[in-house]
C-alpha cells in the first residue's frame, strides 16, 4: 500500500490524516455501501474507528514544484509522445488555480489529470491532432508506435516501443518487425484477437440466439465457453506460426477441449485446457467453417439457414456482400415439426424472379454447410419436434432426449458458372 496506480498519480507523497479545522476543502470520497449490508459477526467485532476509519489524504510540502514534477511525468504517457515545458504549464496553472480555491492537494491534482484525460491530445491518435506547440522529434514514429499499440493492445505504447520511436530505430523494417512480434507475444494481444474475431467473423454476436433445449440438450454452458474460445485459440494459433491464408479454411488441426471434441466426435481429448489437435483427413473439422461457434452464430437457434450461412461466407471470406433483399420479399418460418427442410422452403422461395439471381449465388455455399445443425454439430437427418424416428440409444443415455429424427440432410449445391 498504496497501490501501483496511485504512486503514477502521486508517486512517493506521504499519505496522512487530513487536517480538519482549516480553510481548505477536504477531499472529496464517494461513500462505498455493501449490497448486502454488514454481517454483523464482522461488523460488531469491529471498533467506532474501524467502522468509520478517519479522512486521509495526499500531503505536500511544496504543492507546485511537485504537481509540475508529477504532472511532467505524466503528460509523456498520456500524451505517448515527449511532451515541451509550455505543454505542461497550463495544467500546472490549473493545480494552482484550485489550490487557491482552497481545494486540497489531492483533489486540485485530480482536477488536473480530469484536464489531461479530457484532452484532445489524449482522446485521438497525434496524426488526428493538430498541435500549436514546438514539433517534436520523429514525431511520425510516435504516432506509428501509437497505432501499432493500441492496434495490438488496444492501449497505450510501453517504454521499449516509446524508445523505439524517440531514438528513430523504429523506421527501420527489421526493428519493426521485431516489435510486432513482441506485442503481439505479450498477454495484452489477446484484446487484438478479441476484437477482431468479433468484429471480422462477427462472434460478438454468437450470443444472439439460444438452441432450442428440447431440440439440443447438450447445449450447455461449458459447450458453448468452448466453441467461442476455439474461434480465438484458432486465429492466435495461426499468427502464432505464421500459418497462410489457406489455413483459415483447411488447416489440417483443430484448438479443442474434452467437451468440444466431444462434440465434434474426436476421440483421445481429455481435460478443459484447450490444445492443438491434429485431425485426420476425412474429417469435416477444421478451419472457420467447421467451428461450432461459427455455426452457430450463422443459425438461428432452432434451424440452419443457408441464406445465413452463404451471406456470411460470401462477406466475411469472400469480400462479396450480398445485396438486400427486396423489401416485398418476406423471411422463412422455421418448420421444427419435421414436415419440410430447409431445402424445400427455399425451392419456393426462389421462385420469385426477384430472389433467384442472388440466391444462386447465396445458396450453394450456406447448403455445403448445411451437414452442420445449429450448435455446430455434424448430422445425417434434421432433428424434429414432430414425425420422426426415435435417435440412437448412445444419445438418450447422455442427455433427455425430446426430439426425433427427421428427414435426411442433403448438402450439395452448385455454383453458378
Known amino acids: 500500500w498504496p497501490p501501483e496506480i496511485h504512486k503514477r498519480l502521486f508517486g512517493e507523497l506521504p499519505i496522512a490524516k487530513f487536517a480538519a479545522g482549516g480553510d481548505a476543502i477536504p477531499p472529496r470520497r464517494s461513500e462505498v455501501r455493501s449490497i448486502g449490508g454488514y454481517l454483523p459477526s464482522i461488523h460488531f467485532d469491529l471498533t467506532p474507528q474501524e467502522r468509520k476509519p478517519p479522512l486521509e489524504t495526499v500531503q505536500s510540502a511544496q504543492p507546485e514544484a511537485d504537481a509540475k514534477k508529477m504532472l511532467t511525468a505524466f503528460l509523456p504517457k498520456a500524451f505517448r509522445r515527449p511532451v515541451a515545458a509550455e505543454e505542461v504549464e497550463p495544467y500546472v496553472a490549473l493545480v494552482t488555480k484550485r489550490l487557491a480555491a482552497k481545494d486540497c492537494f489531492e483533489d486540485a491534482m485530480r482536477r488536473a489529470y480530469v484536464a489531461v484525460l479530457t484532452s484532445p491530445e489524449f482522446l485521438f491518435h497525434p496524426a488526428d491532432v493538430t498541435r500549436e506547440a514546438a514539433p517534436v522529434a520523429n514525431a511520425k514514429l510516435f504516432t506509428l508506435a501509437s497505432r501499432l499499440s493500441y492496434w495490438l493492445w488496444n492501449g497505450p505504447p510501453d517504454d521499449a516501443l516509446l524508445a523505439a520511436a524517440r531514438d528513430g530505430s523504429l523506421q527501420r523494417p527489421v526493428v519493426l518487425h521485431r516489435e510486432v512480434d513482441r506485442l503481439l507475444a505479450d498477454a495484452r494481444s ?209 442427455w433427455k432426449v425430446n426430439y426425433k429424427l427427421g428427414p435426411a440432410v442433403d448438402a450439395s449445391g452448385a455454383l453458378p458458372e
Open 190 to 398: 489477446e484484446r487484438f484477437i478479441r476484437d477482431f474475431a468479433d468484429q471480422w467473423l462477427d462472434l460478438r454476436r454468437v450470443n444472439e440466439t439460444v438452441p432450442d433445449p428440447q431440440l439440443y440438450p447438450e447445449y450447455r454452458f461449458l459447450l458453448h465457453e468452448g466453441m467461442v474460445a476455439e474461434t480465438r485459440a484458432f486465429l492466435r494459433e495461426l499468427i502464432a506460426t505464421d500459418a497462410p491464408v489457406t489455413a483459415l479454411v483447411r488447416p489440417g488441426f483443430a484448438m479443442l477441449n474434452q467437451r468440444l471434441a466431444e462434440h465434434y466426435g474426436i476421440a483421445g481429448v481429455n481435460g478443459v485446457e484447450l490444445r492443438r489437435v491434429a485431425l485426420p483427413p476425412e474429417s469435416p473439422r477444421g478451419g472457420l467453417l467447421g467451428q461450432a461457434a461459427i455455426l452457430k452464430l450463422t443459425a438461428n437457434g432452432t434451424t440452419t439457414t443457408p441464406v445465413k450461412r452463404g451471406v456470411w461466407v460470401m462477406d466475411r471470406l469472400l469480400n462479396e456482400p450480398a445485396p438486400p433483399p427486396p423489401p416485398s420479399v418476406g423471411s422463412i418460418d422455421p418448420d421444427t415439426r419435421g414436415a419440410t427442410t430447409v431445402r424445400e422452403q427455399l425451392d419456393k422461395h426462389r421462385s420469385d424472379a426477384s430472389c433467384a439471381a442472388c440466391h444462386a449465388k447465396i445458396d450453394p455455399a450456406g447448403f455445403a454447410l448445411e451437414s452442420f445443425d445449429p450448435i455446430g454439430g455434424f448430422r445425417k437427418r434434421y432433428r424434429s419436434t414432430g414425425k420422426g424416428d426415435a435417435p440412437p440409444e448412445k444419445d438418450r443415455t447422455v
